[in-house]
């Protein structure tokens, strides 16, 4: 017996995914193809019990490090990963922008491997003086995190600054050089002379010296070329030293009849001799509150090399026989104190310096330590040895006479970074030349006929 219609269903149904692969319908009967198709609707229609399989996105998680070494034209940062999220890290650095969080779109970036952990990236190609945000960063197959923005500005173009004395036109007349330009810093009418220089953090030039006024010479320090009377007795001023907002300078007074070793803190004096034997303060230092002191004193026959911390006199020599000694610049570098000058042996002075009070002889020819500078580890002295400029690192030496036909003396030294600068005053008969070498090449600073270079800051 014939059924009353024929209806061929065929379905391939996924329940957990309510997907129909194929559906097929052939009806002979209107009635049983609306039946079927509602029952496939309703099918279709049942909500699904599949969980979703597919895995979540999870990007790594990255933190930008601190800058450090921050120069004119780089830094150092880095990041650390601590979790790469749902995929593997296939690379991770810094990236650098003069706006706001940048992102690995631009060009100015580091890669610096793949994987979690911490990471150092070098920041190269800035500008000086100029504001950067930089963003550590990390990538995966989920995408690219990125740690918190931070910002630096780089430094600005180191400055040299020389100060001495340049004739113009008959006087010696104090002077200071500020890459390679000068300026007068005293009248015509008067001689004069610049013999120590500092720069404060807000960019202020101080210059320690004196000028020859009623027949005697006056301690002054000149602020951006704007001179202070320290005295109005016989005085001068060597050295410099800004520490905060307080300005200490170095020098002697006399007391009508001997020199009294003396230092200005914001032109205030106080002596660190009592006036009865001769001495003199040739450099300060300004150590946290502890303020050094270099120079001489006299024990009533013989100069004895000596400084003073907080006013206390320490002898660095003993005086005996006809050792006559000078100290001449000083420098402190954590707990240690050294100073550079010389002794005479008994037959030449002799260039050393002191570390906490032990002497090391730089030279055994006749040769005198002006300045000293202590960089990390190294020890740079400046003086002279058989009439040639020299500085010795870590007490080997290096001369900077420019000809054997000129005697010279190397007046200060100051590093900068791995730059070794040197002021120079070359003498030639009765004239002298000012000049500063920079890694042992040579500028001339003045083409008057007497000039000379006595202090020297890079800043």
């Known amino acids: 017996m014939q059924p009353a219609y024929q209806s061929t269903f065929t379905a391939y149904y996924f329940f957990k995914t309510k997907y129909f692969l194929l559906m097929k319908i052939r009806n002979q009967n209107t009635f049983g193809a609306i039946l079927i198709t509602a029952f496939a609707l309703f099918l279709f229609a049942l909500p699904s019990c599949k969980k979703d399989d597919a895995p979540a996105t999870v990007l790594p998680t990255v933190i930008t490090t601190a800058a450090t070494n921050i120069s004119t034209t780089g830094a150092t940062t880095g990041g650390n990963i601590s979790s790469q999220g749902s995929g593997t890290i296939t690379a991770k650095g810094v990236v650098w922008s003069t706006n706001v969080n940048p992102t690995i779109?631009?060009?100015?970036?580091?890669?610096?491997?793949?994987?979690?952990?911490?990471?150092?990236?070098?920041?190269?190609?800035?500008?000086?003086?100029?504001?950067?945000?930089?963003?550590?960063?990390?990538?995966?197959?989920?995408?690219?995190?990125?740690?918190?923005?931070?910002?630096?500005?780089?430094?600005?173009?180191?400055?040299?600054?020389?100060?001495?004395?340049?004739?113009?036109?008959?006087?010696?007349?104090?002077?200071?050089?500020?890459?390679?330009?000068?300026?007068?810093?005293?009248?015509?009418?008067?001689?004069?002379?610049?013999?120590?220089?500092?720069?404060?953090?807000?960019?202020?030039?101080?210059?320690?010296?004196?000028?020859?006024?009623?027949?005697?010479?006056?301690?002054?320090?000149?602020?951006?070329?704007?001179?202070?009377?320290?005295?109005?007795?016989?005085?001068?001023?060597?050295?410099?030293?800004?520490?905060?907002?307080?300005?200490?300078?170095?020098?002697?007074?006399?007391?009508?009849?001997?020199?009294?070793?003396?230092?200005?803190?914001?032109?205030?004096?106080?002596?660190?001799?009592?006036?009865?034997?001769?001495?003199?303060?040739?450099a300060i230092y300004v150590s946290g509150s502890d303020v050094y002191v270099a120079g001489y004193e006299n024990n009533g026959s013989i100069d004895i090399a000596k400084y003073w911390k907080n006013g206390v006199g320490i002898a660095l020599t003993n005086g005996y026989g006809t050792s006559y000694a000078h100290?001449?610049?000083?420098?402190?570098?954590?707990?240690?104190?050294?100073?550079?000058?010389?002794?005479?042996?008994?037959?030449?002075?002799?260039?050393?310096?002191?570390?906490?009070?032990?002497?090391?002889?730089?030279?055994?020819?006749?040769?005198?330590?002006?300045?000293?500078?202590?960089?990390?580890?190294?020890?740079?002295?400046?003086?002279?040895?058989k009439g040639s400029a020299t500085y010795w690192k870590n007490n080997i030496g290096t001369s900077f006479t420019a000809t054997s036909l000129f005697s010279a003396e190397a007046k200060s030294i100051f590093i900068n970074g791995s730059d070794v600068y040197v002021a120079v005053t070359e003498y030639n008969m009765s004239l002298e030349k000012a000049k500063y070498y920079k890694n042992g090449v040579e500028t001339i600073l003045s083409t008057s006929l007497r000039s000379g270079a006595f202090g020297i800051v890079v800043k």
């Open 105 to 282: 779109d631009i060009t100015t970036k580091t890669n610096d491997g793949t994987g979690i952990g911490s990471f150092t990236s070098s920041v190269t190609g800035l500008q000086p003086n100029t504001t950067y945000h930089i963003r550590a960063y990390a990538t995966s197959s989920a995408g690219t995190a990125y740690g918190s923005d931070i910002s630096i500005t780089t430094t600005s173009v180191a400055k040299i600054y020389v100060c001495g004395y340049s004739q113009d036109p008959g006087n010696d007349q104090a002077s200071l050089w500020i890459d390679g330009t000068s300026a007068l810093l005293a009248s015509t009418a008067i001689k004069s002379y610049a013999s120590g220089i500092a720069i404060s953090d807000a960019g202020d030039i101080y210059t320690a010296g004196w000028d020859f006024t009623g027949g005697i010479d006056n301690a002054k320090i000149w602020k951006n070329g704007v001179a202070t009377v320290l005295s109005t007795s016989n005085s001068r001023a060597y050295s410099v030293f800004i520490s905060g907002s307080d300005v200490y300078v170095a020098g002697f007074e006399s007391n009508g009849s001997q020199l009294v070793a003396k230092y200005w803190k914001n032109g205030t004096p106080i002596s660190l001799s009592n006036g009865t034997n001769e001495a003199a303060a040739n």
């Open 327 to 385: 100290a001449n610049s000083i420098f402190v570098s954590g707990n240690d104190v050294y100073v550079a000058g010389y002794e005479f042996n008994g037959t030449v002075e002799i260039a050393k310096y002191w570390q906490n009070g032990t002497a090391t002889p730089l030279a055994s020819n006749s040769s005198r330590a002006n300045s000293i500078f202590v960089a990390g580890n190294d020890v740079y002295v400046a003086g002279y040895e």
